[in-house]
């Protein structure tokens, strides 16, 4: 199937996360968090402005990919939180990935009143954390100038 077919609608009512099919959120690699929780919580994130929460949609309007991107309003910075994408879209020339990006350079459009409202500028960057960085590296993406760090909240 062609990724092109698809086209992207964005959430904006808490009622819409019925919209998002769970098969979508159980094969995406790296999460720490259960479907459970995504779908607990999801009505929260949609209704906020600063996120950008969307399905990828096929000519049935059957969601067959789903995209989370929030925009961080103090460092006026876009986050990639969550892509993925039904494996029968999926190719190993990067396409679905390309068609992604296409969407999130999309987004200052998308949030526009949001951004405006609130005179952000958003950066010329996109950033994200991966458990899978060579895919994305193979793609354009750089690893960025943070790193991301862990401690646990327990006293040893």
Known sequence: MDIKELKFVRLTRAENARLIPKYLIEQTKGRDFTTKQFFRMVPFIIESPEN????????????????????????????????????EYQNNNGESLEYVLKTLRAVPEMAKKFITDNNIKLKDTIIQATTRPKVYEKRGWHKAEATIMEISIKEK
Do not use: P, R, S
Not at 53 to 61: A, I, K, R, T, Y
Not at 66 to 85: C, D, H, R
């Open 52 to 87: 950008i929460m969307g399905v990828f949609v096929n000519e049935d309007n059957i969601a067959k990919g789903f995209m989370w991107a929030m925009i961080n309003v103090l460092t006026e910075q876009l986050y990639l939180g969550l892509i993925t994408i039904d494996k």
